[in-house]
Protein backbone atom coordinates (compact mmCIF):
# COMPACT_ATOMS: atom_id res chain seq x y z
CA UNK A 1 0.00 0.00 0.00
CA UNK A 2 2.97 2.42 -0.83
CA UNK A 3 1.77 5.98 -1.98
CA UNK A 4 3.78 8.97 -3.34
CA UNK A 5 2.49 11.84 -4.21
CA UNK A 6 4.36 14.89 -5.49
CA UNK A 7 3.57 18.28 -4.57
CA UNK A 8 4.68 21.75 -5.75
CA UNK A 9 4.33 24.67 -7.64
CA UNK A 10 3.52 23.85 -11.51
CA UNK A 11 4.98 27.06 -12.91
CA UNK A 12 8.45 27.93 -12.25
CA UNK A 13 10.41 31.22 -13.90
CA UNK A 14 13.50 30.38 -15.56
CA UNK A 15 16.20 31.04 -13.30
CA UNK A 16 14.76 29.99 -10.13
CA UNK A 17 15.02 27.51 -7.85
CA UNK A 18 12.19 24.34 -8.64
CA UNK A 19 11.06 23.05 -5.41
CA UNK A 20 8.88 19.84 -5.22
CA UNK A 21 8.43 17.46 -2.74
CA UNK A 22 7.17 13.80 -2.63
CA UNK A 23 5.17 12.79 0.32
CA UNK A 24 5.27 8.75 1.03
CA UNK A 25 2.24 7.12 2.74
CA UNK A 26 2.60 3.22 3.73
CA UNK A 27 5.93 2.67 3.70
CA UNK A 28 9.30 4.77 5.32
CA UNK A 29 11.41 6.52 3.73
CA UNK A 30 14.23 5.41 6.41
CA UNK A 31 14.12 2.19 6.44
CA UNK A 32 14.35 -1.38 4.21
CA UNK A 33 17.21 -0.12 1.83
CA UNK A 34 15.21 2.01 -1.01
CA UNK A 35 16.39 4.76 -2.29
CA UNK A 36 13.80 7.25 -3.47
CA UNK A 37 14.56 9.29 -6.85
CA UNK A 38 12.72 11.72 -8.88
CA UNK A 39 12.42 10.77 -12.49
CA UNK A 40 11.63 13.10 -14.81
CA UNK A 41 9.85 13.01 -18.07
CA UNK A 42 9.54 15.16 -21.66
CA UNK A 43 8.59 14.92 -24.80
CA UNK A 44 11.92 15.53 -26.44
CA UNK A 45 14.01 13.30 -23.86
CA UNK A 46 11.99 10.04 -21.90
CA UNK A 47 12.39 9.68 -18.86
CA UNK A 48 15.38 10.88 -17.06
CA UNK A 49 16.75 9.92 -13.89
CA UNK A 50 17.61 13.12 -11.53
CA UNK A 51 18.98 11.79 -8.27
CA UNK A 52 17.89 9.79 -5.74
CA UNK A 53 17.76 9.78 -1.77
CA UNK A 54 18.47 6.39 0.15
CA UNK A 55 17.11 5.26 3.71
CA UNK A 56 19.75 6.75 5.06
CA UNK A 57 20.05 9.65 3.89
CA UNK A 58 22.63 10.07 0.74
CA UNK A 59 22.33 11.21 -2.40
CA UNK A 60 22.92 10.68 -5.98
CA UNK A 61 22.36 12.96 -8.63
CA UNK A 62 22.68 12.94 -12.66
CA UNK A 63 25.80 14.03 -13.77
CA UNK A 64 24.08 16.33 -15.95
CA UNK A 65 21.75 17.74 -13.62
CA UNK A 66 24.31 17.29 -10.20
CA UNK A 67 25.61 21.03 -9.51
CA UNK A 68 21.84 22.31 -10.12
CA UNK A 69 20.11 19.15 -7.99
CA UNK A 70 19.09 18.94 -4.06
CA UNK A 71 17.70 15.96 -3.43
CA UNK A 72 16.92 15.98 0.75
CA UNK A 73 14.47 14.63 3.24
CA UNK A 74 12.08 15.30 6.40
CA UNK A 75 11.88 11.86 8.38
CA UNK A 76 9.31 13.52 10.87
CA UNK A 77 6.96 14.08 7.57
CA UNK A 78 7.95 10.76 5.79
CA UNK A 79 8.87 13.29 2.81
CA UNK A 80 11.98 13.83 0.33
CA UNK A 81 12.15 16.78 -1.46
CA UNK A 82 13.59 18.38 -5.19
CA UNK A 83 15.56 21.06 -5.39
CA UNK A 84 16.89 22.30 -9.13
CA UNK A 85 17.94 25.69 -9.29
CA UNK A 86 18.86 27.97 -12.43
CA UNK A 87 16.33 26.49 -14.04
CA UNK A 88 15.87 26.72 -17.90
CA UNK A 89 12.68 26.06 -20.20
CA UNK A 90 14.81 22.73 -20.47
CA UNK A 91 13.61 21.88 -17.27
CA UNK A 92 10.09 21.40 -18.31
CA UNK A 93 9.11 18.37 -17.82
CA UNK A 94 6.61 16.07 -15.80
CA UNK A 95 8.15 14.84 -12.28
CA UNK A 96 8.01 12.29 -10.62
CA UNK A 97 8.92 10.66 -7.70
CA UNK A 98 9.09 6.80 -7.03
CA UNK A 99 10.64 4.25 -4.74
CA UNK A 100 13.67 1.48 -5.96
CA UNK A 101 14.29 -1.21 -3.79
CA UNK A 102 15.77 -2.92 -7.09
CA UNK A 103 13.94 -1.45 -9.75
CA UNK A 104 11.41 1.25 -9.56
CA UNK A 105 7.92 0.04 -8.14
CA UNK A 106 6.05 2.40 -6.68
CA UNK A 107 5.70 5.93 -8.46
CA UNK A 108 3.61 8.88 -7.88
CA UNK A 109 1.27 9.78 -10.24
CA UNK A 110 3.44 12.83 -11.76
CA UNK A 111 3.32 16.41 -11.74
CA UNK A 112 3.98 18.65 -14.64
CA UNK A 113 6.21 21.75 -14.39
CA UNK A 114 6.67 23.97 -16.64
CA UNK A 115 9.08 26.52 -16.83
CA UNK A 116 8.31 30.00 -18.16
CA UNK A 117 8.03 33.67 -17.50
Known amino acids: QVQLQESGPGLVKPSQTLSLTCTVS??????????WSWIRQSPGKGLEWVGY???????GYSPSLKSRTSITRDTSKNQFTLQLSSVTSEDTAVYYC?????????WGQGTQVTVSS
Open 98 to 106: ARDPEGYDY
Open 53 to 59: ITTSGGT
Open 26 to 35: GGSITTNENT
